[in-house]
């Protein structure tokens, strides 16, 4: 992946410079690239313009320039309130009980066990890893972020490495499954980064992934932006660096020796703090599927289960 670090300034004015990085694109290796959509958005205290483009040659879309410091307000502003963050977990339970059925689902498919190991990656406050280990499975995690990383390995009681996910040292082919919930959008290198979980997936393992889709992102976009003139985020790029769509994703996959068994569009988890967000997004939800069904088009975010391929 080519990479070029330069000082941008802002076309809102901010107190001090700030790095960004202009990259090529990371399925393919290309430059030539459309834009695809812009926002203005705040980070930290300061705002900035985002470019959304996508790539000519193969489709992905992707953040470009980006902020060397993509996931600053991450892992550096996160609540330490319990609260908050059994609340964030709350809204993801039935996402998780569901994915758990299909992991296991897949495993019979696969002629194993329903079972085994499996990792996290990017586990966040633990709680995929508390519903797989009460489902049988022997688990670990991965998390960058210190107080959620804390927040799991206390309240679970469970292994977790705390860095980021390419400096991690595993044994290779040691999981039976690896899971990644909402994570490779904020990776700097989602090639590096499947490639290492199917390193550490053995022959014929699952891996299973949710992430925020390009035509969904798009779509908010145009809703938000163009036709409301709002300043909520739809692509949230002082975060989101990578938007894949059932094609893109499908030809990273086989890239790394993974095979798409199943793809899905998720359900929209109820996390905005409003009764009336919530029913939006439900709704939007419910309008976006009747689309997909009547398109036969993957327009929502995605929910992704593989396999490894053997070799």
Known sequence: MTVEICEKPPRIKSRAPVLWEWVNCNLCGGNDTEPYHQERLTYFDREFDFRIVRCLQCGLVYTNPRLVDHNGTYLRGGSEAPGEIERHAQAKAPIFKRALKEIRKQQKRQGHAPGGTLLDVGCGSGHFLGQARRCGFEVCGIEPAEIWAAYA?????VPVYRD????????FEGFDVVT???VIEHVADPYAVLRRCGQWLRPGGIMALRFPSAPWQKIKGVVLHDWLSSRWPAFGATMHLYFFSKHTFELMARRVGL??????TTSTE?????????????ISHLTL?????????????????CRKVRP
């Open 153 to 157: 390995a206390e309240t679970f009681q």
């Open 164 to 171: 980021d996910v390419l400096k991690v040292q595993l044994p």
């Open 180 to 182: 990644a919930w909402d």
């Open 259 to 264: 095979e798409v068994l199943r793809l899905r």
């Open 270 to 282: 109820a996390n905005t703090r409003s009764l009336l967000g919530d029913c939006a997004k439900a």
């Open 289 to 305: 599927r009747g689309v997909e069904i009547l398109s036969r088009r993957h327009l929502g975010n995605l929910e992704v289960y």
